[in-house]
């Protein structure tokens, strides 16, 4: 789904998909430019090959089980620079008109409705890839040159963390003016695979846009960053090890300890008011907090948050539980200690002060396990 190959040194940027309806996506147009060093390949949501089409075409019709990934790849002719590789995504139902832009060289994308929304994405996202492109190729002709790789690495560091926030930024806004689009929820797979990024470009849809064909672009994508964030707090705080104690101050201003709540269930909850996700688990949370009241208690750890936000926040949505504060910048810091990487992250502590389990995200299935443990 890049527009340019650069982008594939963003890693995570590939977009996958879930199971949807099939249907018939169909590539059409002259290829005006293109040529026969065009090849076409479909692959589906693991990134297998479903289908291969080489040569001069006029129409292509591909029948798709789901959302799946177009490559539309142009080998450099004689005495051309490099070859030109598109990813796009490839949605049941839609057309798609591919051509190429004879001023610039670039591929253009038109059809239906969904194509002409995802080009008009690519052109708004045009200067912060453009940033990226260039530095890449600064960095390309620095190492031509012989500068040493370690001081290469060096100012890649440097720089691409904020050439990437740019780029991220920049989605993020096109996705938050379009939020009806399914193009925008495609656009969404583009982004590193940050789950606190993928959620919260997630909530500015739509919910129509959310559950759209497209959507399943970036929920596998979300699927597999949970779960590696899962597998790397785990490194931190393995379940069946005793939790790392921690004391921070409470709502009222008290120093609150972990260890104090001994001899009940207790979730660690890892959230802040700029949380989507964080938010909208709450009612359920609440829900379960009535129902095993005797024998769970939750704490909440604001992260990432001014005093005032996280006090509004509790105050806003009647969050009946207990809340710390983590200011990260001094005092305990309960993020470290369990590996937190994104939110919200659930923490379940046994009454014996064991870590029972780890959730990342919001997944219906942390409460059947509440359901199992509590009853």
Request: one cysteine or more.
């Amino acid at each position: 789904m890049k527009k340019k190959l650069f982008l594939s040194m963003l890693a995570g940027m590939m977009a996958l998909g879930t199971m949807a309806q099939s249907g018939e996506f169909t590539v059409k147009g002259t290829f005006e430019g293109l040529g026969d060093s065009v090849r076409l390949f479909i692959r589906d949501l693991g990134m297998e090959q479903l289908r291969a089409v080489t040569g001069e075409m006029q129409e292509v019709n591909f029948d798709l089980k789901d959302a799946s990934l177009l490559e539309i790849m142009q080998w450099a002719g004689e005495g051309e620079r490099g070859d030109r590789y598109v990813t796009v995504p490839a949605i049941p139902g839609e057309k798609l008109i591919v051509t190429k832009d004879e001023k610039n060289g670039e591929i253009q994308l038109s059809g239906s409705q969904f194509y002409v929304d995802y080009n008009e994405a690519q052109n708004w996202l045009e200067p912060s890839n453009k940033a990226v492109e260039i530095f890449i190729m600064h960095l390309r002709e620095q190492l031509d040159a012989g500068t040493p790789q370690e001081q290469l690495m060096e100012e890649y560091q440097e720089n691409m963390p904020k050439l990437t926030e740019a780029y991220v930024s920049a989605l993020m806004e096109y996705v938050k003016a379009h939020p009806d689009q399914d193009a925008a929820a495609a656009l969404i797979a583009e982004l590193p695979d940050e789950v606190e990024d993928i959620e919260a470009a997630a909530a500015l849809l739509t919910d129509r846009a959310r559950n759209s064909m497209a959507a399943n672009l970036y929920k596998k994508n979300l699927e597999k960053a949970q779960k590696e964030a899962e597998e790397e707090a785990k490194k931190y705080a393995l379940e069946g090890c005793m939790a790392p104690d921690f004391t921070l101050n409470d709502i009222n201003g008290n120093p609150l300890a972990l260890n104090s709540l001994r001899g009940k269930w207790v979730i660690i909850d890892f959230w802040g008011s700029w949380c989507g996700w964080c938010i909208k688990g709450m009612p359920k949370m609440k829900e379960y907090y009535a129902k095993y009241n005797d024998k769970l208690e939750i704490l909440g750890v604001d992260c990432n948050d001014t005093v005032e936000k996280w006090k509004a926040a509790v105050a806003k949505h009647e969050l009946p539980w207990l809340h710390v504060y983590c200011d990260s910048e001094k005092g305990d810091n309960p993020v470290w200690y369990y590996g937190v990487q994104s939110f919200p992250t659930k923490i379940v502590v046994n009454p014996e002060g064991q870590v029972a389990k780890i959730v990342i995200g919001e997944d219906p299935k942390f409460y059947d396990y509440l359901d199992q443990v509590l009853q």
